[in-house]
Nanobody
Framework: QVQLVESGGGLVQAGGSLRVSCAAS????????MGWFRQAPGEEREFVAA????????YYADSVKGRFTISRDNGKNTVHLQMNSLKPEDTAVYYC???????????????WGPGTQVTVSA
């Protein structure tokens, strides 16, 4: 399996931007689909975005489509989530996830990072 560590969370005002990143260990990073889930207080974890191992295919939750962009750098074993036009309802712990199957990744990914807090103030 691949090990994941997120960074870049923090506090931002509504309408602002933030980028969270994920560093992955393991020589087979490029074979994994990568993505992001989030969990708000009192809510279940929900899918946010996913990217195929080639980077050519991406998926987004309807709630973030047009505002968030996922990207990856296989040479640096990193994946990023650029978040623009942030809203208070985007406040959550954001988790980096990985799975060798892109379809599985969007529902029940097998590898999870510890998470990073993103807080959007009104």
């Amino acid at each position: 399996q691949v090990q994941l560590v997120e960074s870049g969370g923090g506090l931002v005002q509504a309408g602002g931007s933030l980028r969270v990143s994920c560093a992955a260990s393991g020589r087979t990073f490029s074979r994994y689909a990568m993505g992001w889930f989030r969990q708000a207080p009192g809510e279940e974890r929900e899918f946010v975005a996913a990217i195929s191992w080639t980077g050519y295919t991406t998926y987004y939750a309807d709630s973030v489509k047009g505002r968030f962009t996922i990207s990856r750098d296989n040479g640096k074993n990193t994946v990023h989530l650029q978040m623009n036009s942030l809203k208070p309802e985007d406040t959550a712990v954001y988790y980096c996830v990985a799975d060798q199957d892109l379809a599985v990744l969007t529902t029940t990914p097998r590898s999870w990072g510890p998470g990073t807090q993103v807080t959007v103030s009104a």
